[in-house]
């Protein structure tokens, strides 16, 4: 006997089958009548080809610009509305597909292009040693497994936080966002958080241009720096972090230098200044050495100045010598010059004895 | 880093940096070059020691991110 409903209960009981048989789907599909009313309600319809299905949701549960003709995921639940019709309550919604993909990602890039998010003012220097880094990523990932041991070989006595998060997938955007806020209301805040994922496809990547977590990495308090896919991807995570690495493995070299550089460095900066000693002794030396010939320069010519002047002055006594004039002819009279007395004549080569016979004043 | 030994690697190549700029500096007196000369020794001989005893110490947060009630 078939079973006899009110409309109501009706309506009731397949909501439960519904959320029994299928609590949460995922389904694909194109966008169709997208309209936001009220500035709080989403309404749009996925279709294909064959069918199509009203979708509601929260604006607030829009993570990613939306538009009509734009191939999607959406995870909701089925209902029947007691006025009959039935919808998709939609929980979460992402581009599908890479021509979707790409215009959602360059759509909202210029949305947050024109706020300044990605404006390079807004980027913050990473220390050059950090002591403190946060990590938030998948620890069962690859990338997280390349960045682990490339850190590991370049440096040390690191302390590393790990935020396990799941990296793809509806679910991904809101854990990094928790892992993130934790890191940002600890008391002692790490010296730069790290966001990794290594490579995938342009949807397994797409949660990194979710825009309430773009919105976070904007916001951290922590410098930032992401390393996500390959060098040839690059999501709004990466353009509004503060920087960002080509992929985990760059991330590692980013973060933090190398030891086996510091160490020749330092041993190269110390081995400079040996040579740098010994030259400036070696100038000191010379200068000094410069300077007792520079002293012995001058105390010779001192030397032969009071040389000269002895000479001169030995040539000007020599020609005062009373001799001299006895040899040019004159006499040298010694005694009383009075009219009788003996006077002394000395000549050049005779002294004579003689009388004063007269004496007269010229 | 060694242990009861707060100045961390990055403070010790900034002293080290210091004491290099001070053999080019006005300061510089040939005098004390020796002493300084010995003290960077030290400092890179204490950096090379620092850089090559330690390993990371890397901690995986035992709380959960899927939900915001899960710590």
């Not at chain 1, 309404?43 to 080809?49: P, R, S, V, Y």
């Not at chain 1, 799941?166 to 008391?187: C, H, S």
């Not at chain 1, 002895?310 to 010598?321: C, G, P, V």
Request: proline share 3%.
């Amino acid at each position: 006997m078939s079973p006899k409903f009110r409309v109501s209960d009706f309506v009731a009981t397949v909501n439960q089958t519904f959320e029994y048989a299928y609590p949460l789907v995922e389904v694909e599909g194109e966008v169709a009548s997208f309209k936001v009313n009220q500035g709080k309600f989403v309404f749009f319809d996925l279709k294909d080809e064959d069918a199509s299905v009203n979708c509601f949701m929260m604006v607030f549960q829009l993570r990613v610009p939306i538009e009509d003709g734009m191939k999607v995921v959406v995870t909701a639940t089925p209902k029947l509305t007691k006025w009959g019709k039935f919808s998709l309550t939609v929980k979460a919604i992402r581009p599908s597909g890479e021509g979707s993909i790409k215009k959602s990602f360059e759509m909202l890039r210029k949305k947050l292009d024109q706020e300044g998010l990605f404006a390079l003012e807004r980027k913050r220097a990473l220390p050059k040693i950090p002591r403190h880094i946060a990590i938030i990523s998948s620890t069962q990932a690859a990338g997280y497994a390349d960045f682990i041991k490339i850190l590991n070989d370049r440096w040390g006595g690191l302390r590393v936080d790990v935020a396990h998060v799941t990296v793809q997938g509806a679910e991904a955007p809101d854990q990094i966002i928790r892992a993130l806020n934790y890191f940002n209301t600890q008391e002692t805040l790490p010296d730069v958080v790290i966001i990794i994922r290594g490579g995938g496809s342009a949807d397994d990547l797409s949660a990194f241009n979710d825009e309430q977590l773009v919105r976070a990495v904007a916001g951290s308090r922590i410098p930032t720096l992401t390393g996500i896919g390959h060098e040839v991807d690059t999501s709004l995570c990466d353009l509004v972090a503060d920087v960002r690495a080509a992929t985990p493995s760059n991330a590692a070299q980013i973060v933090v230098p190398n030891r086996h550089d510091i160490v020749g460095y330092t041993r190269m900066q110390v081995q400079s200044l040996i040579p740098h000693v010994l030259g400036t002794v070696d100038r000191l030396r010379q200068h000094v050495a410069g300077r007792v010939e520079d002293s012995a320069d001058i105390a010779m010519r001192h030397v032969e100045k009071h040389q000269q002047y002895l000479l001169q002055t030995q040539r000007l006594l020599a020609e005062f010598d009373p001799a001299r004039a006895l040899e040019r002819g004159y006499a040298l009279v010694r005694g009383a010059m009075k009219v009788g007395q003996t006077v002394e004549i000395e000549l050049a080569q005779a002294i004579i004895k003689a009388k004063v016979e007269s004496y007269d004043k010229k | 880093m060694t242990k009861n030994d707060t100045t961390t690697v990055q403070e010790k190549i900034d002293q080290l940096d210091q004491l290099v700029s001070w053999f080019d500096g006005d300061d510089f007196q040939v005098e004390q070059a020796s002493a300084k000369l010995k003290e960077a020794a030290k400092l890179a001989a204490d950096i090379e020691k620092d850089l090559s005893a330690v390993s990371n110490d890397i901690r995986e947060l035992k709380r959960s991110f899927a939900s915001d009630n899960e710590k």
